[in-house]
């Protein structure tokens, strides 16, 4: 049985993209730059290439403990407090966000606090303390934040957790950014200094730098940044990513009152490519994030009061529970994924959101965009992705990950190609990556409700909608489709699970 | 061919703060211009040039929100009403307004709060008189079906659905709702659950609801970035001028003193760490009472990353995950708040007589000069870094009018941060922080997860 399973992954070998990140300088060290001298802003975006695929096996979760420690620790003179203690009069901080490929620095100061910042900023990334008492208390925050956390108190992000686990199962992206929970509980400070001193090399290294920044703080930056050891940048290969057969199901169990759920599966693209741009104006059509425009949110929310939310996405995107509405910035991968995203539920309700969900994306695909969707989502786009980078921060993050994916700058490139695509490009982009018949589902529900939970959804029971209220005759013809809208439920990929088990290794 | 934005290099460009900055405490922490105009019908347009070429954030301040919701069984309905806002009018259906929201491009959304309810889009500058075209027939005219109103009401819950795993939103509940007797803060702004779930059969209500609040004298609009002033004004009287000012005059009930300490138990069915979280009762946020800005750096002095409190609990003894302050900046007094995780619940009494030993130790002990420049610095420089787009901004702004009802307070309450002297806090510290003032709730993990 595996044997086949390994046959048919490798009769669909997805295209496994190389970044083309490391064109460097002599000195070894990459800069990206925008220079704004009118600004009294500026911010820095360092980012060391590597991320939570650099994980070693059973250390799942050092990459992100390392950082963390290093963004919230001492440096060779100051302790974790002294450094504080500096910090704290200018409103500064460094913050680190940790993701699958990369690791990003990011800090942001009024150019009359430059010079100490900056000292303070480069002595934490260049000369780490690792104080054992700043790594305990870094360490026990990463495994709370899964234990106490993920798995407990946000079935959002529990659900969106589990669809990542589900669409890269045996693939380095599939662990959590932070690891796991038996991962960080083996990992030492010496696991974390030697990994520092393996990972943090100048040929790692990438630097962001925009905003009223004087003209020699590059130069003082290549000098002071030259006393890493060089190293060599590694890029860990990607499998490809496991085919999707039939609709995979995972429901997860803890206490919960509403249900979340995220669904989705593997693309071959990202935005290095020209697919990419008529794919991401199809997912703006069907599902733009936090907006009222999109096909699911009008549909599900609008029209059937099931939720709060409903929304889809052409690539990785980070957010949800009290975030910006805009993208998160360097958060790239070479391997990208489709999914929907559906707030929590009534019980009662999910299986049929479920199900009008899916009978959408089946209506995306089968008859694609009119020519006026198709316009009208044009113009949106072209003019919305234009708020996505207000800030010099934003902006510069934007253009550190187009240089990851070695293309030209994302929000000049998406406006280029939307001008000359046509509706006819765009569903033919549709129909040759999205479906609505092979899909992973991640539904997480009420303790002891999972089991006849998923039996429902394997054996297509009907599930009619209850309504609080009249709704017009053409909901309630299209709904008598919906309920009982086939799902090919894959049994033996299908599972029950409880949050707790999640994670764990 | 397209009506898109024409600016390229889309990056708003800050001012210097020097004013912000001005150590003197003499100038105005707001470095742009704020010019104000109030129709003949009340409504007062606050607009704000700020250096953001192609754009402009457009803000419709509604001066109500939960605060508001006096009637029994109608609390959480300021919030529900603002949902309702998106269900269109005669002229511009609910359908018709996506698409000429999604023709520009715009981010638009809301919020609501306890004494606000905020409107706000993000777009092109060219397509101002279309958002105030837009904007100005919703707050006139806005209509919408019972079963419209029912289907919204699914949305409602499932807003509340999707925090209710939060043990932060029960907290929240609970706390409100034993520390208030009279006043409507009782409730959060998502309201009592059995008020959402009864909420469908509010149809009538809501009609009462939109006349009595979404008036003139209650609105304020306030526009941020790359505008022309007379034309704005002229604009307005175009599309607000034939709006009829309301009357209805709200009483909301005053809270008595509270006379003994109020505690709370708060079993949790998830895993969790325990929780512990205080509440005392404070002044409302005034650009006038010294009282208010000393609280408010209190709650840094004496819980923030640089108190002592927070060294011994989170940095050195490593007792909790986390423990901070929280001042509410409320139109009416509002609370003052403390939230801690403690890692080991052995230790929970442990930290809690740490909390009260740092509430008492600031009634008796000055905070140094230097600390306190240093966190003034700190309020100042956090302050006028956000300031950074004109949504930000506006938001800023919006805020402030919620409470007093005019921009110009932001000002003058970053001067009062100045004039708080050491004097200032430890007198706030004596005086609001008596056990009889305070509420004190502990949320734990129910038994039989412990047993597990």
Known sequence: ?505 | MFRCLTVLLLVFIPMVFAVALDESGQGKIFPYTINQVTLDNGLKIVSIPFESPGIVAYYTVVRTGSRNEVEPGKSGFAHFFEHMMFRGTEKFPEQKFNDILKSIGADNNAYTSDDQTIYHTVASAEALETIMQLESDRFMNLKYSEDAFKTEAGAILGEYNKNSSNPFQSIEEKIRDAAYTEHTYKHTTMGFLKDIENMPNQYQYSLEFFKRWYRPENCVVVVVGDFNQDKLIELAKKYYGAWEAGSYKLAVPAEPQQQAEIKIDLPWKSKTLPILALAYHVPACSDKDIDFAALNLLSLVTFGETSDLYRKLVVNDQLVEFVEGDMSENRDPGLFYVFTRVKDPKNINVVRDAIYGAFGNAATTKVSEEKLASIKSHVKYQFAMSLDNPDRVADEIAHYISITGDPESINRLYAMYDKVTPDDIMNVAKKYFAPTNRTVLLLTQEEKEVKQ
């Open chain 1, 1 to 505: 049985m595996k044997t086949i399973t390994l046959l048919l992954a490798l009769t669909i070998v997805l295209m496994v993209p190389t970044s083309e990140l490391f064109a460097k300088d002599e000195t070894g060290l990459r800069f990206t730059t925008i220079s704004l001298p009118s600004s009294p802003l500026i911010a820095f975006r360092i980012i060391v290439r590597a991320g939570s695929i650099n994980d070693p096996k059973g250390k799942e979760g050092l990459n992100s403990l390392t950082a963390d420690l290093i963004a919230n620790g001492g440096t060779k003179d100051l302790t974790y407090s002294q450094v504080v203690d500096k910090l704290y009069p200018w409103a500064a901080s460094i913050d680190v966000q940790t993701d699958q490929e990369i690791t990003t620095f990011i800090g942001s100061i009024h150019r009359d606090h430059l010079d100490g910042f900056y000292k303070l900023f480069s002595e934490l990334l260049l000369g780490p303390r690792f104080d054992p008492a700043d790594f305990q208390r870094v360490k026990d925050l990463h495994l709370n934040y899964l234990q106490n956390t993920l798995r407990a108190t946000n079935d959002e992000e529990l659900g969106k957790q589990t669809l990542n686990a589900m669409i890269f199962v045996n693939h380095p992206y599939g662990t959590t950014e932070d690891g796991t929970v038996q991962g960080i509980s083996a990992i030492t400070l010496d696991d974390v200094k030697n990994y520092y001193k393996t990972t943090y090399t100048q040929a790692n290294f990438w630097i962001g730098l925009a905003g009223g920044y004087p003209d020699n703080l590059q130069e003082t930056m290549k000098k002071d940044f030259s006393s890493l050891p060089a190293g060599e940048f590694k890029e860990v290969p990607l499998p490809p990513v496991s085919p999707v057969k039939g609709m995979e199901v995972t429901v997860v169990e803890k206490p919960t009152r509403a249900y979340a759920v995220s669904m989705g599966f593997p693309i071959s693209i990202n935005r290095k490519d020209k697919d990419f741009y008529p794919l991401f104006l199809a997912n703006s059509y069907f599902g733009e994030h936090r907006t009222f425009t999109g096909v699911l949110m009008n549909h599900l929310r609008g029209e059937r009061g099931l939720n709060y939310g409903d929304y889809s996405y052409a690539e990785k995107f980070v957010g949800g529970l009290g975030q910006p509405p805009f993208p998160r910035v360097n958060t790239p991968l070479r391997q990208q994924f489709f999914s929907i995203w559906l707030r929590p539920l009534q019980p009662e309700n999910t299986h049929f959101a479920i199900r009008n969900a899916l009978f959408e994306l089946k209506n995306l695909v089968d008859k694609g965009l009119s020519t006026e969707d198709f316009e009208i989502t044009r113009k949106f786009v072209l003019n919305y992705s234009k708020l996505w980078a207000a800030t010099i921060s934003r902006r510069l993050g934007y253009k550190m990950d187009s240089e990851f994916y070695g293309t030209d700058y994302f929000i000049d490139r998406l406006d280029k190609e939307l001008r000359t695509l046509t509706v006819d490009d765009v569903n033919a982009v549709i129909r040759k990556y999205l479906n609505a018949s092979n899909v992973k589902i991640a539904v997480v529900v009420d303790e002891g409700k999972g089991k006849d939970f998923l039996d429902a959804m394997i054996a297509n029971t009907a599930s009619p909608i209850k309504y609080a209220s009249a709704v017009t005759q053409n909901i309630l013809d299209e709904d008598k489709l919906i309920e009982v809208f086939p799902l090919n439920i894959n049994k033996e990929q299908s599972r029950v699970v409880s949050a707790k088990d999640l994670f764990e290794k």
